[in-house]
């Protein structure tokens, strides 16, 4: 068998210069790709080491890099959990909604217009975020103060403008709204229509078909949207840059005026004005980004490729 | 003996046992007037002059009918009406934000919009006048700039994935970066761009083809996945029956697999460019704000529409107003550019795919 099988490869690989060289250019487009992703590591850790080594006089901010990274990285957390903890529960509802209730001619029209909140710039976001959707929120926020101020999340003082962090948490829970919907959506879609037909013919009602057929199939599906929907809410720069007015402190108070701030936003904000080793410190705290981007993506497609086999998610 | 069995017909059961069977239910047009009466409420409350409460009260109309069905058709009907309600509901406040955005960017841009707001620079302006013709063409200039580097590239790749690595160990390493790479966030990838010119051209470097180096990262990976997507789609048989003729790979690619996938990778870049033409953070690194016109891509700052928009709501200047209308307007330009990209995607997508997909 291998003798005959080598023998017809020999045969079977006539060498053109023309294919030759595709196949090169292909290779080498795909180990571009390679480069660059290795390029990102190598220049970011090259640039960055500096920052991270620099003692406190050296740099702006005038305190080792830990002490200056740690307020960012809660405020990104806090901001994208936030985020994710309102766009949930809607997204999931939504894709239901287009994927099982709406009207079937209407369905795709439906996804299409929910699409369209992905296609909006994120600087569009800020803009609205800042002059309309902040001081629509200062009312509501003086309300929670008054009667939910005996929670920590709304101890208050409000804030005046409105540009807290919960504002914040709201405009990013509409940006990664669109990208957890379109994912559940093709989930849902998925489900074989043998279990749903199943269920109904057990006299399920439709929301029990959902429960008993769509959901159990669906569920790495989801929270595997879910943490691409978090990666998206951790790396998103300009709408928080706009919308917060931080000051760089841990507070879990959701409703004042001293909020902390994000990786992301504090490069956009500060960078322009940097110089010398604030600039390294900069650089290294977007390697910390990239680092927990990198870590909650590789953790989401973790959960697809090991519930592969059972499930609608690949 | 001899008798046989009469067939029976079916029982008929009594009236009473038929009503248990069924159950009650609500008149079918009961939920149907609701909800009319309910959305009826909420469009008056949004576009109205009463007040944005009439919504909240709108919902609670709404909430009637799961609740009147509890009584009539038990907790499992009501329960499931409840539900449907609420996923209508998830929809609608889904819809809000579009709604809000489109209007208030239609309405505050639009005055803007003029000849001058197009042919004029910033240069030497203070106060009122002025225009974004400097950041247009900035922003024109580096997403081309952008897409020449990205679409070989991430053609090329997809070309890789599909027709050479099938099954191979590189194969599925690009894959999983490409993956990686989709996530990288975007202020990260202007970054990468400032630390990769730095070494060339020293500290503080500001230039438009960064911004374009920027850009290809985080463009290259949405171009391989909907190209990879696209040649999955055509058909073995026509590469078969190209191989069969003797035709070599390469030219069966150019040939028969590139054209009959055309109208899809079309498509892709489209939506790929929509994607990265609003991006706002790398340019802010990477590419900087200036307020003369800058053709050329390697001399110093450039301004694009996004940088441009951020810093004239962000830092005003005094008096504030005339830059933040200008804000609005390069806002809603930017919005008209991504809207018209998306949907000149659908089109190409629309008439130009294989009869069978549509």
């Given at each position: ?314 | ?165 099938e099954g191979k160990r590189l194969a599925r390493w690009i894959r999983f970066l490409v993956d990686v790479m989709t996530g990288i966030p975007s202020i990260v990838a202007g970054l990468f761009a400032y630390a990769l010119f730095v070494i060339f051209f020293g500290p503080g470097v500001r230039m438009g083809v960064g911004g374009a ?43 028969v697999v590139l054209p009959t996938a055309l109208a899809g990778i079309v498509t892709g870049v489209t939506l790929a460019v929509a994607r990265v033409i609003g991006e706002t953070a790398p340019l802010l690194i990477i590419a900087g704000l200036t307020d003369s016109v800058n053709f050329n891509l390697f001399d110093g700052r450039m ?56």
């Amino acid at each position: 068998m291998t003798s005959i099988q080598s023998t017809a490869r020999k045969r079977s690989t006539p060498t053109r210069p023309g294919d030759r060289i595709f196949r090169g250019t292909s290779i080498a487009a795909a180990l571009t790709i390679l480069a660059t992703l290795a390029g990102v590591a190598l220049f970011l850790t090259i640039e960055g080491i500096p920052g991270v080594l620099a003692s406190p006089d050296e740099v702006k901010h005038g305190t080792t890099f830990i002490d200056y990274v740690v307020p960012l990285v809660f405020g990104t957390l806090l901001a994208a959990v936030l985020a994710l903890a309102l766009a949930i529960p809607v997204a999931i509802g939504v894709a239901l909604y287009i994927s099982h209730y709406a009207p079937r001619r209407l369905a795709s029209t439906l996804g299409y217009i929910i699409d369209l909140l992905a296609a909006v710039p994120s600087v569009v976001y800020g803009v609205w975020g800042i002059s309309f959707l902040a001081t629509a929120l200062v009312p509501v926020y003086s309300w929670l103060e008054r009667t939910l101020g005996f929670i920590p999340l709304f101890a208050g003082p409000p804030s005046a403008t409105g540009r807290t962090i919960l504002t914040a948490s709201i405009v990013l829970a509409v940006m990664v709204l669109p990208v957890i919907t379109a994912l559940c959506r093709e989930i849902f879609l998925q489900t074989p229509r043998l279990h749903e037909e199943a269920a109904l013919a057990l006299g399920a009602t439709r929301w029990e078909m959902a429960r008993l057929a769509i959901f159990p199939y669906a569920r790495s599906g989801i929270i595997s949207a879910s943490m691409l929907g978090l990666g998206r809410a951790l790396g998103e720069t300009m709408a928080v840059a706009m919308v917060l007015s931080a000051s760089g402190v841990i507070t879990f108070n959701l409703i004042s005026s001293t909020n902390p701030s994000t990786i992301a936003a504090n490069i956009a904000l500060t960078f322009n004005e940097a110089t010398g080793l604030t600039v390294n410190a900069l650089i290294a705290s977007g390697l910390v980004l990239f680092l927990i981007t990198f870590l909650v993506n590789f953790a989401a497609r973790a959960i697809v490729e090991r519930r592969k086999d059972f499930s609608g998610a690949n | 003996m001899t008798s046989t069995l009469q067939p029976t017909s079916p029982p008929t059961p009594s009236p009473e046992i038929a009503k248990s069977l069924r159950g009650r239910s609500l008149p079918t047009w009961a939920p149907k007037a609701i909800g009319a009466l309910s959305v009826a409420l909420a469009l008056v409350g949004v576009f109205g002059p009463v007040g944005f409460w009439l919504v909240f009260v709108a919902w609670l109309v709404a909430a009637i009918v799961p609740l009147w069905s509890m009584f009539v058709e038990g907790r499992r009907k009501a329960t499931d009406r409840f539900v449907t309600l609420l996923v209508t509901t998830a929809f609608v406040i889904a819809l809000f934000p579009l709604g809000s955005i489109l209007t208030t960017v239609v309405t505050r841009g639009a005055p803007v919009l003029s000849s001058d707001f197009f042919t004029y620079s910033m240069r030497n302006v203070l106060g009122e006048g002025g225009g974004i013709y400097h950041a247009l063409m900035g922003t024109l200039l580096i997403t081309a700039a952008a897409a020449a580097i990205s679409v070989p590239i991430g053609l090329f790749t997809a070309i890789y994935l599909i027709e050479y690595g099938e099954g191979k160990r590189l194969a599925r390493w690009i894959r999983f970066l490409v993956d990686v790479m989709t996530g990288i966030p975007s202020i990260v990838a202007g970054l990468f761009a400032y630390a990769l010119f730095v070494i060339f051209f020293g500290p503080g470097v500001r230039m438009g083809v960064g911004g374009a180096v920027a850009l290809s990262v985080l463009m290259i990976p949405v171009v391989v996945r909907s190209c990879e997507e696209m040649l999955k789609l055509v058909p073995n048989e026509l590469r078969e029956a190209s191989y069969a003729l003797g035709v070599p790979k390469w030219r069966t690619i150019v040939k028969v697999v590139l054209p009959t996938a055309l109208a899809g990778i079309v498509t892709g870049v489209t939506l790929a460019v929509a994607r990265v033409i609003g991006e706002t953070a790398p340019l802010l690194i990477i590419a900087g704000l200036t307020d003369s016109v800058n053709f050329n891509l390697f001399d110093g700052r450039m301004a694009t529409l996004p940088v441009f928009t951020y810093f004239s709501i962000i830092t005003p200047g005094v008096p504030p107003g005339p830059s933040i209308e200008r804000a609005w307007g390069a806002a809603l330009v930017l919005l008209i550019i991504v809207m018209l990209l998306n949907f000149a995607a659908r089109l190409v997508s629309y008439f130009f795919s294989p009869k069978g997909e549509r």
